[in-house]
């Protein structure tokens, strides 16, 4: 008898050491399995619906930056063909002017840029070239920045600083109804 | 001394770690609870693009999610390989922008409202012409906050 009630209170529970582990190895699991989806992208404010073209004839040619991504992905900047690589240096160039160059924005309040693609244009090609138009404005913005307030351009920085130059230097991206090529 | 010592030692005087099973479910619900699974099943096939100049989207509640790509393998028997629009878990058709944002758009404070952001998750394959009519029933509904939804590139231009 005495046996038997040793055998019981050796028997009668289940070693839970292990549970800790087995939890541990879960938690692991799902803090590996788990990526936070991180949102970012280009944020874009679109022009609001009218029936009518905006006419940009009446636009001066020097102040018009125009871009064009055809079917093939390929580029055609102020009428001539161009590579993806230089747009960003032309458009800052473009945009500021700094040898007051005839053919070139007269000032950055005046410069625009307008941005038309085909229908059958590569959705990689045109945020690739959205991209470096943007790219252009922050660099100068951030420039502009430095050189006034000492400090570099941010989205959080003061309202008023970030007011100021974006008053200075205006982003204006004009983008026309697409040609209907290459659509598939 | 000896007898001392002994009795000492049947006494094991260990700290219990019958609770620490407890603790780490605890953690475990914690980050099953925190981590957000998509809610959204794919069903078209989005590789975004990568792009430099990327602001994050901070509120989730404010954004809405519009996906443009191929079906997914699965479903290309029964809509094809054209690129098509996905709105929440279906396959949607232009005319049906409209409502899905307002739908999002009733759930919400009408203080919040203005600050709506529709993201478009394009997959980098697709042609303009689709997007292109997605911006266009954006624009006609009045919703002009977009966000193309990329991902970030190794090279990033650096403000230093």
């Known amino acids: ?184 | 001394m000896a007898k001392f010592s002994k009795k000492r030692g049947k006494a094991k005087p260990e700290v219990s770690t019958a609770s620490l099973p407890d603790i780490i479910f605890m953690l475990l619900f914690f980050f099953m609870v925190v981590t957000v699974l998509r809610d959204a099943e794919l069903k078209v096939q989005v590789n975004t693009p990568r792009a430099t100049e990327l602001t994050k989207l901070e509120e989730k509640s404010m954004v809405n999610y519009l996906y443009i790509g191929r079906p997914q393998p699965r479903y290309q028997e029964l809509y094809g390989t054209k690129p098509r629009m996905q709105l929440g878990d279906k396959f949607a058709n232009l005319n049906e922008i409209p409502i899905f944002l307002e739908k999002h758009k009733v759930k919400l404070p009408e203080a919040k409202r203005p600050r709506i952001i529709s993201s478009l998750r394009v997959d980098g394959e697709v042609t303009m012409g689709i997007v292109t009519d997605v911006k266009t029933e954006l624009r006609k509904a009045g919703q002009l906050k977009v966000n193309y939804s990329a991902k970030p590139k190794a090279e990033k231009f650096t403000r230093n």
């Open chain 1, 1 to 184: 008898m005495a046996k038997t009630s040793s055998r019981d209170r050796m028997n009668n529970e289940i070693n839970a050491g292990s549970m800790a582990d087995i939890a541990f190895l879960l938690l692991i699991f799902f803090l590996v399995t788990t990526t936070i989806v991180e949102d970012k992208g280009i944020m874009v404010k679109l022009p609001p619906w009218s029936e009518e073209e905006p006419d940009i004839t009446k636009l001066k040619e020097r102040n018009v930056f125009s871009v064009l991504v055809n079917a093939q992905n390929q580029l055609l900047v102020r009428g001539e063909p161009s590579n993806i690589d230089n747009l960003k240096d032309r458009a800052k160039e473009f945009i500021r002017n700094p040898q007051n160059r005839p053919d070139l924005a007269e000032r950055p309040t005046k410069a625009i840029i307008s941005l038309k693609n085909d229908r059958g244009t590569e959705y990689k090609t045109y945020l690739e070239v959205y991209n470096e138009l943007k790219a252009a404005y922050n660099e100068l913005w951030d420039e502009l920045s430095r050189q006034k307030f000492g400090i570099p351009y941010s989205e959080d920085m003061a309202f008023a600083y970030k007011k100021a130059i974006r008053e200075e230097i205006p982003f204006v991206l004009s983008e026309a109804e697409p040609t209907a090529f290459g659509e598939e």
